[in-house]
């Protein structure tokens, strides 16, 4: 699953104006939250935000301003996990200052035996595993004098934007070698589609015109639940939404894409003509020792039967360089896959091995670092070509543009396909669907005016 950007970094690293005195919390309390990783942690966020709202809380300007700090993590690679570390010592100095404040801890960072964490963050109030919200409610319904399980309906945001993520399969089976989310995020588990059908009629209810369905492995969604729905089955159920416009889904694995959930793309109207599909390594051997379960023709094979049913289809995909034992010529394949493929959209990253996970014991890490950002860069240099030539051929075209926000001055959105577009109007039209006259193109977004 694409990682995002460090969000509220700014405000992090500002920690004069502390209002609070030594004796309490604000009334109404008020709670500040720090992200990074994928889409499914942003998820987790807004769901906690949620809770703590249900509770009576309110958003703080900054963490100086909070009664309770929250930290959801990443470490999928060891730049994130840094940056998490890095943030949480940040925030010590405004504990010391403030002992009634809470501090906790979230996400793939925590595993099922906290001490040495424990040891690690001595000021840190709670550890959350992903999606077990108890121990920091446990705390602040302590605080609060409430059963806070008692006052808690459904956790889907209570103000969310134009679009918004919707979790439908928590945690991973795959086992892949270099992958620590297994062992962290748990076993997969599947949401019924009753219940995800409520909660998209209640994100629309709210204002929400587009949703993106998530599982670190979301077409695998449905093999754990007694009457085996698939991921087609839930994009038909929640098609006729009214005022729904738009439907995603992310993020792919290759063994579970079968041709029904491709012609469900191509037959539902609302569900966008976008698919991200990680390979991972064009290469059989790295592959086989990735444990990804297919083949680089297994792979080649599903992309033709995707654009033969969907015409048009956007693809992006995720790919690792630098895995252990992978040699120039095994390299070179994955560059060949690219060419071959030609991708809208791809997510590199250079290997970095996760402690307690197979690769990180069973395999040496014998590419050089040097190396390994070598060949980072020569992919980086070969998308960004396909991605210019792509692009350009959309300069010309009329795309519709669900417009979701402003971004220095300019209006912007994306496209059915995924491409994010810029223009201009006077008008306030966050929301709506536009028709854009697309005039410029870059390998990463596109340019146009309002027809």
Known sequence: MRNLEVMNLTPLLTLEGDSLTETGWHSPPRYYTWTIGCQMNKADTERLESALSQLGFVAARGPADADVIVLNSCVVRQSAEDKVV?????????????????????????????????????????????????PLLNLVGERLGIDWEGCLGPLAPLHPQVTAYVPIIHGCDEMCSFCIIPYRRGREVSRPILELTREVELLVHRGVQEV????????????????????ADLLYAIHDIEGLQRIRFLTSHPRYMSERIVRAVADLPKVCEHINLPFQAGDDDVLQRMRRTYTRDDYRRLIST?????????????????????????????????????????????????????????MPDDVPHEEKERRKRRLEEVQERIATAINLGCVGQ????????????????????DKLVFFDSEKDIVGRLVEIKVEKSSPWALQGSII
């Open 86 to 134: 890095g943030a949480i010592t940040s925030f010590k100095p405004l504990k010391t200052r403030q002992p009634q404040r809470v501090i906790a801890l979230m996400g793939c960072m925590v595993g099922p035996r906290t001490q040495q964490l424990e040891k690690q963050f001595p000021f840190v109030d709670a550890f959350m595993r992903p999606q077990q919200y108890g």
């Open 398 to 417: 009329e795309v519709e543009v669900l417009v979701d926000g402003r971004e220095k001055g300019r209006w912007k959105g994306r496209t059915r396909t």
């Open 306 to 362: 995707i654009r033969t049913i969907i015409p048009g289809v956007s693809l992006s995909t995720d790919v690792i360089v630098g895995f252990c034992g992978e040699t120039e010529e095994q390299f070179q394949r994955s560059v060949d896959l690219l060419e071959e493929v030609h991708f809208d959209k791809v997510h590199i990253a250079a290997y970095s091995p996760r402690p307690g996970t197979i690769a990180s014991h069973a």
């Open 212 to 231: 993106t369905l998530l599982g670190q492995t979301v077409d695998a969604y449905g093999n754990d639940l007694s009457d085996k729905p698939d991921l």
